[in-house]
């Protein structure tokens, strides 16, 4: 009988097609500089609180020539672009096809979009100048998690993690604390400091700019 076995299916192609995106993302994300990425739940809307501050915080960055890139999506993603369009800045999306359809918001203006969420993710963390985490769900805390722990292990060089959101973020910053570092010790003390804490859109912004100035500082002194 004829093998019907759709070669959509099989192993080589997924192979080639993971390699596909990869060379696709990284093509699309290198031109950008000077990126700041922005994480946060998709379900919010404009009245929440959290979908301001995220407006609010690119809004400050793009004036002060930051690209904003997100996942593309609705919600905190949403914001996000849309505060980088009102400051007139580049504003990307990196989106993921999904059963239910996730539509790429109205503010993206350059955008490229993955089948695989673990291509997307190394393009979401991709060379950025800071990584931004306002209250969202598991998407948002395996990310958050992932690039700690590739800070953690030197995998990537050391940038700004900041968890956006003290009533959200310091139930699972204690547990970290007190758990996993001083019952278990299975992280170090100095881990604990990969990321900061901050409760809105202005003090996000000071780690940012302070990093940035002080990174620029040391490359041209690398000279």
Not at 1 to 9: T, V
Not at 37 to 61: C, H, M, P, R, T
Not at 213 to 219: M, P, S
Request: net charge negative.
């Amino acid at each position: 009988m004829p093998n019907n076995k759709d070669f959509r299916q099989t192993i080589p192609w997924r192979i080639f097609r993971i390699m596909s995106e990869f060379v696709e993302g990284f093509g699309f994300i290198v031109d950008f500089k000077k990126t700041t990425s922005i994480f946060g739940s998709s379900k919010v809307k404009e009245d929440n609180f959290w979908y301001q501050e995220a407006e609010k915080l690119a809004k400050i960055l793009g004036e002060n020539n930051f690209t904003i890139v997100t996942g593309g999506g609705p919600g905190i993603m949403e914001a996000a672009n849309k505060g980088a369009i009102e400051a007139q800045a580049r504003s990307v999306g990196l989106n993921i096809e999904l059963p239910y359809e996730q539509p790429i918001n109205p503010y993206v203006k350059k955008s490229v979009s993955f089948h695989y969420f673990f291509v997307r993710k190394v393009m979401l963390t991709y060379a950025a100048e800071a990584y931004v985490f306002f209250p969202g769900g598991f998407g948002t805390l395996d990310e958050m998690t992932e690039l700690v722990g590739l800070i953690q292990t030197k995998k990537i060089h050391r940038v700004p993690i900041i968890l956006v959101g003290i009533d959200y973020w310091q139930g699972l910053l204690k547990w970290i604390k007190e758990v996993v570092y001083e019952k278990y010790q299975a992280i170090d003390e100095q881990d604990l400091k990969i990321y900061q804490l901050v409760d809105s859109a202005e003090e996000a912004y000071k780690l940012i700019a302070s990093s940035v100035k002080e990174r620029t500082y040391f490359e041209e002194m690398e000279k």
